[in-house]
């Protein structure tokens, strides 16, 4: 038997390889697509912030200071909730946030890496002492969620969760000062 | 001992190549790509199933971040 029949089913070989090999080009093309597509029209991006703040001081003055803490509204309506992440507790335990509208949290940490989600919605990010950790999101069922330390931070690290208490927009109401506190239930 | 291991080709020296019908080989050739093609695509497609179902079914529906 001569060698052209082989190089004939080598060259089919070669040719369902480049098939197989534009296929997956183009699935890596779409899923790439598609990411980007999701980055401009629903604003769903990897948080990454990069702010740095003193851990040894944040809590004596400025933003992260205890008067500051939690859920304020600005006088052009951005709502903003700031929480401090330490052993083995959040600051504060309750956030309040309205449903339908835009909401920045930000998080910093004292004392060790710490990290948090909030079940039910893309929100998860890690805290890292020296850095103010920023999420932007937007809430849309009126709930309850939890709010779980996912960092190993030490030994009291499952005893550190906070609640997030979303309000349908027309109870969230800001105080004078424009803070707003969770509702007593 | 199974019956194979006492059949005459049991005792037969590894080095000795088996006789391979040039024939035999080429029809497995012309037809293997296209098993492994048809095997190969049907785990990516269901790849791609799983990652759509997730995107579109979990992943969007919480909600924006960044």
């Known amino acids: ?185 | 001992m199974t019956a194979a291991d006492q059949s005459p080709d049991a005792h037969r020296p590894l080095e000795i190549a088996d006789q391979i019908d040039e024939a035999a080989l080429a029809e497995v050739m012309r037809v293997t790509p296209l098993g492994a093609g048809v095997l190969a695509g049907t785990a990516v497609a269901l790849l791609v199933l799983g990652y759509l179902a997730i995107y579109l079914l979990v992943f969007l529906p919480r909600g924006p971040v960044g």
Not at chain 1, 71 to 78: E, K, L, M
Not at chain 1, 142 to 165: F, I, K, R
Request: proline share 7%; net charge negative.
């Open chain 1, 1 to 185: 038997m001569t060698d052209r029949p082989v190089e004939i089913h080598e060259q089919r070989i070669l040719g369902t390889e480049l098939l197989w090999a534009l296929g997956v080009g183009v699935l890596v093309a779409a899923t790439l697509s598609v990411i980007v597509f999701t980055a401009l029209t629903r604003d769903i991006n990897p948080p990454s912030n990069v702010e740095r703040i003193d851990p040894k001081t944040l809590h004596l003055s400025g933003e992260f200071a205890e008067h500051n803490l939690g859920t304020t509204v600005g006088p052009d309506g951005r709502v903003t909730a700031r929480i401090i992440a330490t052993q083995f507790m959040f600051v504060p335990r309750c956030i309040a946030v309205p449903s339908g509208r835009a909401v920045t949290l930000r998080f910093a940490s004292p004392d060790v890496i710490h990290g948090l989600l909030i079940t039910g919605t893309n929100v998860n990010t890690m805290v890292v002492p020296g850095f103010v950790a920023q999420v932007h999101t937007e809430f849309t069922r009126n709930e309850d969620l939890l709010m779980p330390c996912h960092e190993y931070c030490g030994l009291g690290h499952s005893e550190m969760w906070a609640t997030v208490q979303v309000m349908p927009d027309d109870r969230f109401k800001p105080g004078p000062d424009g803070r707003v506190s969770c509702a007593q239930r």
